[in-house]
């Protein structure tokens, strides 16, 4: 069987939806013909923003796992401070939180977890070497990690070499936020350009996030394959689900001030005035101002908040709603935003509200899908409507759906491994 090594910081016992990707890949690619061997750190030098430790349970026994030791950088900040999401939720705006944010943009170039770099390129040469690997995929955020993949192909110019992006790089929505000086932005910049230039294919999650390195950094398009992120079916079947009695309205994930969330409140207001019994549960992190923004408008009683789950729990937690709400960061570059959760809800058959660019790559997912529909930020009477008659509106495409199980995305690895 052929080997493909795989170099990912995040692995169990990591937490959220960095970690799904590739582990659910490697779950599907020896049924596909393909050994994945696993490079990853070593969770007692790691910085994780969220612990899973159910996850470990889907790691195939058959899967070679080598970990290493890492620098870690973040232990400046204090464990409890490891950002989520490159500090998307970060709203300390006092002195200390701005040059915390200056620092990590300007002195930890691509990004803090690089310090993990020296100790895993050295065992991927070893693995390299022991394995008789030729083929190689780096997955990234943290950026960090392609810069090892960058350096293998030096040191084995014959490898085949796979750099999977999930996120934009320099481009991302909270880029500005670390302070970047002209400087640094080309450095980060030169790293980029140079990762996709001398990697063999290129893998992105959506196709706005394919035309953006096309286009920016003049990379040919042809090279570029987007995969998107996806949703396992056994997660489901495992999950007996349950029609509230009542309007509950989910969401998981991060919430930051990025996030705009007046328009959603308005129409939560909305139902209250019409005594419509529902419940908000948010499940994830969200910043102390947003969560004071819904609680100030909306009754506590209607209200819950939930931290991080395990991701079986999550699912439960989808399975069990009336409507999931997918909200997209308002900035430039939102059009190409896709998250992981979004393809966790189309699984679910839960009607999705999504607040975000209508012309945007969620929304023709969703509407593709016939699973949902997308609103502007601040249209509650639009929003009030959906949530008032999602019950036997939303006659979902399953066929379109189960193109992004992951079983039938792993599929789409083999061609870019064998090409």
């Known amino acids: 069987m052929n080997k493909v090594l795989i170099i990912t910081y995040y ?48 790691i195939p026994g058959e899967i070679k796992v080598y970990r290493t030791k890492a ?16 500090f998307a939720k970060n709203s300390d705006d006092t002195i200390k939180g701005k040059i915390s944010r200056f620092i990590r943009g ?10 993990w770099n020296k100790f895993a390129f050295k065992k991927a040469c070893e693995i390299i070497e022991k394995e008789e690997i030729c083929h190689i995929i780096t997955t990234s955020p943290p950026h960090s990690t392609q810069l090892i993949g ?9 490898l085949r070499w796979i750099a999977d992006l999930r996120d934009p790089w320099t481009d991302i929505y909270y880029y500005s936020k670390f302070y970047p000086s002209l400087f640094s932005r080309k450095l980060d910049l030169c790293y980029e350009r140079s990762v996709l230039e001398k990697s063999d294919e290129i893998i992105t999650v959506g196709k706005t996030l394919k035309n953006s390195f096309s286009q920016a ?9 987007v995969i998107t992120n996806g949703f396992d079916e056994s997660d489901y079947t495992a999950v007996t689900s349950v029609r509230p009695e009542k309007l509950i309205i989910t969401y998981v994930g991060t919430i930051s001030e990025s996030y705009p969330v007046a328009g959603l409140i308005g129409a939560l207001k909305d139902l209250h005035e019409k005594k419509i019994d529902f419940a908000l549960r948010i499940t994830g992190d969200l910043s102390q101002n947003i ?55 189309l699984a679910s058959g839960v009607p999705v509200l999504c607040l975000g660019p209508a012309d945007g790559d969620a929304a023709e997912i969703i509407a593709r899908a016939k699973a949902g529909a997308t609103f502007g930020y601040t249209d509650e009477k639009g929003i009030s409507e959906f949530l008032c008659s999602t019950a036997d509106t939303f006659k979902p495409d399953k066929d379109y759906i189960k193109e992004f199980s992951r079983v039938n995305l792993t599929r789409m690895i083999i061609p870019l491994l064998e090409r």
């Open 71 to 86: 620098t870690d950088w973040f232990r400046i900040y204090g464990k409890s401070k490891v950002p989520s999401a490159g």
């Open 291 to 345: 969560r004071n923004l819904i609680t100030s408008d909306i009754p506590a009683s209607s209200v819950e908040f939930t931290p991080y789950l395990e991701h079986t729990l999550a699912v439960k937690s989808i399975m069990n709603s009336s409507v999931v709400v997918l909200i997209i960061p308002d900035h430039k570059s939102n059009k190409g935003i896709l998250t992981g959760k979004l393809f966790e809800y």
């Open 11 to 58: 692995w169990p016992p990591s937490g959220g939806a960095g970690v799904q990707r590739w582990l659910k890949f490697s779950k599907y690619l020896p049924q596909l013909g393909w050994e994945p061997v696993i490079l990853t750190v070593d969770p007692e030098f790691a910085s994780y923003p969220a612990i899973d430790n159910s996850l470990e349970k889907e």
């Open 106 to 115: 300007n002195f930890f170039i691509p990004d803090p977890r690089r310090g």
């Open 150 to 158: 960058l350096k293998l192909k030096k040191r084995f110019p014959a």
């Open 217 to 225: 950094q003049k990379i040919d398009e042809n090279k570029i394959t």
